[in-house]
């Protein structure tokens, strides 16, 4: 009986280990620059440590040789309000839409423009999106009132009829359920087929349909996958076959 507890509490321990990211993975490193904290690593390993630490969490994509990513990375450290905003409540994450594990980022937000400010909650919710032409005093203003979970209309340029909040929602509807489609499990997929569909009744574009009929298969709806397929099909063009190209 005794070996049998001893067991148990062994095998619990070692799950609740392979739940927490591991910092002492090379690719995996919290650092700061400036004053303020930034992490390395995926997109998805950077949600998890803010999460792990209840910080909310600064995502700015970036490209190699962009200039205006480097200037919109300094400019937190010009502005006293908005680094010390930063400094007290956010890790901040370069995410390189080239690198593989990152790309599904692009895909959601239907673009590679960069760079581009993406405000997450501790939770991994879509709160804010803001542009490197913004005011100090807008950026500030997006991620003080993304803690309190309130979106700042940002006029962000994406290739979608929505504007400012409504399209901050749909952006994160698509998000969520890319993340319940990681995760894996059928109720996770279930979760995700509603808010996909949910997302579609308000914008269609390709990405969200993409995920539908992959998701739509997965649960064995044969006719709902060959709908959401046609619609990708019918999708299809220049900017798509670029910038989805990996998935046709």
């Avoid at 090379?26 to 390993?45: Q, R």
């Avoid at 542009?131 to 993304?146: D, R, S, T, Y």
Wanted: charged share 25%; net charge neutral.
């Amino acid at each position: 009986m005794k070996k049998t507890i001893l067991y148990l509490i062994v095998i619990f321990t070692i799950s609740i280990q392979s739940c927490k990211v591991d910092k002492t993975n090379p690719k995996v490193k919290e650092g700061e620059i400036d004053g303020l904290n930034y992490v390395e690593g995926t997109l998805d390993e950077a949600l998890a440590i803010a999460n792990e630490e209840g910080k909310y969490l600064f995502v700015v994509s970036v490209l190699e040789g962009c200039n205006a990513c480097d200037n919109f990375l300094v400019k937190p450290t010009l502005n006293d309000r908005l680094k010390e905003e930063l400094s007290d409540h956010y890790l901040i994450y370069k995410c390189d839409f080239l690198r593989r594990e990152n790309r599904y980022l692009s895909w959601i937000f239907n673009s590679v423009a960069s760079p581009t400010g993406f405000v997450f909650s501790p939770e991994s919710k879509l709160i804010n999106i803001v542009l490197p032409n913004e005011a100090p005093k807008v950026i500030h203003q997006a991620l003080e009132l993304g803690r309190k979970g309130t979106v700042v209309n940002s006029k962000f340029s994406k290739r979608i009829s929505l504007v400012g909040k409504d399209a901050v929602i749909f952006f994160n509807q698509v998000f969520q359920a890319q993340q319940l489609i990681d995760k894996g499990g059928m109720e996770g997929l279930r979760e995700a087929y509603f808010l996909l569909r949910k997302s579609i009744a308000t914008e269609s574009y390709f990405y969200n349909n993409y995920l539908c009929a992959q998701v739509a298969k997965r649960l064995e709806l044969y006719d709902d996958t060959r709908h959401y397929m046609k619609q990708v099909d019918e999708l299809d063009g220049d900017y798509n076959r670029r910038l989805y190209n990996e998935l046709y």
